[in-house]
């Protein structure tokens, strides 16, 4: 990483609270004060934590301004006012984590409209005229990769279950369709489909103590985000079951990786958020500057278990709660 010849932070009152210690803006005082705008799915989630760190020290290196918002909630009635506030901003960029395929078009476009580069960060639109490119993990080839480590836990026999956010997400939709296609291959699993908790972990958790007492084979669950899996966690030790109800949760949060070392979670998939930021700062600055921009990059992801979890080439997988 070049090392920029001024830098200056500034940190916003409501954007540190949002970035839980990470800071708001990120401004080096040159590159001509440009302004980009990341707005995350989720304040208070770590991966959009992690992912506003990377976005941060891009931004630093490239010389531009970063601000970073976002909704208290996953929700796109919630995101869409945001949005709008930013738009009459006018930055010159928008990196965006849309929380609905299609709810978040308008806005967007209105992003567009005003001039802005729009660079779309682990979920994207159905339509993908509006950004420039679109950038996030190979999230069926992350669902598959949680089928395969949940059907190992299990030793490929029993009833499992799925828990996710809500439908018309494309990153959580493509998670359950990779893990519902590779389950499919393991004849000795039994598969009851997938319930919905809205984000809420204390839902999660309800909806997994609830099946664990109508289903006493339950061997296994499948969490396809962050809150699912930890309300996941909760909900199979409130049961009783830490241990013989295996559960496999996408991402690697603190509290996550905390669960997994103490036997409530027996697998982790990783992303990687701060490459997702870093990207989508280093694209947004390409596609200002009229270079050719890629319509879409792939991250990689990583299984994390408890015996692989110091592992250098997996601790690094692991998500931030501050910057």
Request: with cysteine; charged share 25%.
């Given at each position: 990483?070049?090392?920029?010849?001024?830098?200056?932070?500034?940190?916003?009152?409501?954007?540190?609270?949002?970035?839980?210690?990470?800071?708001?803006?990120?401004?080096?005082?040159?590159?001509?004060?440009?302004?980009?705008?990341?707005?995350?799915?989720?304040?208070?989630?770590?991966?959009?934590?992690?992912?506003?760190?990377?976005?941060?020290?891009?931004?630093?290196?490239?010389?531009?301004?970063?601000?970073?918002?976002?909704?208290?909630?996953?929700?796109?009635?919630?995101?869409?006012?945001?949005?709008?506030?930013?738009?009459?901003?006018?930055?010159?960029?928008?990196?965006?984590?849309?929380?609905?395929?299609?709810?978040?078009?308008?806005?967007?476009?209105?992003?567009?409209?005003?001039?802005?580069?729009?660079?779309?960060?682990?979920?994207?639109?159905?339509?993908?005229?509006?950004?420039?490119?679109?950038?996030?993990?190979?999230?069926?080839?992350?669902?598959?990769?949680?089928?395969?480590?949940?059907?190992?836990?299990?030793?490929?026999?029993?009833?499992?279950?799925?828990?996710?956010?809500?439908?018309?997400?494309?990153?959580?939709?493509?998670?359950?369709?990779?893990?519902?296609t590779e389950i499919k291959k393991h004849p000795g699993i039994t598969y009851l489909g997938v319930q919905y908790?809205?984000?809420?972990?204390?839902?999660?958790?309800?909806?997994?103590?609830?099946?664990?007492?109508?289903?006493?084979?339950?061997?296994?669950?499948?969490?396809?985000?962050?809150?699912?899996?930890?309300?996941?966690a909760t909900g199979i030790e409130q049961a009783g079951k830490a241990g013989q109800v295996k559960l496999v949760?996408?991402?690697?949060?603190?509290?996550?990786?905390?669960?997994?070392?103490?036997?409530?979670?027996?697998?982790?998939?990783?992303?990687?958020?701060?490459?997702?930021?870093?990207?989508?700062?280093?694209?947004?600055?390409?596609?200002?500057?009229?270079?050719?921009?890629?319509?879409?990059?792939?991250?990689?992801?990583?299984?994390?278990?408890?015996?692989?979890?110091?592992?250098?080439?997996?601790?690094?997988?692991?998500?931030?709660?501050?910057?």
């Amino acid at each position: 990483m070049k090392t920029p010849t001024y830098v200056a932070v500034t940190i916003a009152l409501s954007a540190a609270a949002t970035l839980a210690g990470c800071g708001g803006d990120s401004d080096s005082g040159s590159g001509g004060g440009r302004k980009i705008t990341f707005v995350q799915g989720v304040k208070g989630d770590e991966f959009y934590i992690s992912m506003a760190c990377g976005a941060q020290q891009k931004a630093r290196e490239l010389g531009v301004k970063l601000d970073v918002t976002g909704a208290d909630k996953w929700d796109a009635s919630l995101q869409t006012p945001v949005v709008n506030a930013v738009a009459a901003k006018s930055p010159d960029a928008v990196l965006i984590a849309p929380t609905d395929t299609q709810a978040l078009r308008r806005p967007e476009q209105q992003l567009k409209s005003r001039g802005a580069k729009v660079i779309e960060v682990d979920t994207k639109l159905d339509d993908g005229s509006i950004r420039e490119t679109a950038i996030s993990s190979d999230n069926e080839r992350g669902g598959m990769l949680a089928a395969q480590t949940l059907a190992n836990l299990v030793q490929d026999r029993g009833t499992v279950a799925a828990i996710s956010v809500k439908p018309g997400i494309s990153t959580t939709d493509a998670r359950l369709k990779g893990f519902e296609t590779e389950i499919k291959k393991h004849p000795g699993i039994t598969y009851l489909g997938v319930q919905y908790n809205d984000d809420d972990p204390a839902k999660a958790a309800s909806i997994v103590t609830s099946t664990i007492a109508s289903h006493r084979d339950l061997v296994g669950v499948f969490a396809a985000n962050v809150f699912s899996g930890e309300g996941a966690a909760t909900g199979i030790e409130q049961a009783g079951k830490a241990g013989q109800v295996k559960l496999v949760a996408f991402d690697a949060t603190p509290k996550q990786v905390e669960a997994l070392r103490r036997g409530s979670i027996q697998g982790l998939i990783a992303q990687k958020p701060f490459d997702i930021g870093s990207q989508g700062v280093e694209q947004a600055v390409a596609a200002l500057d009229k270079k050719p921009v890629p319509k879409s990059i792939s991250t990689d992801l990583v299984a994390v278990t408890k015996e692989n979890v110091d592992q250098p080439d997996v601790s690094k997988y692991l998500y931030k709660g501050a910057c």
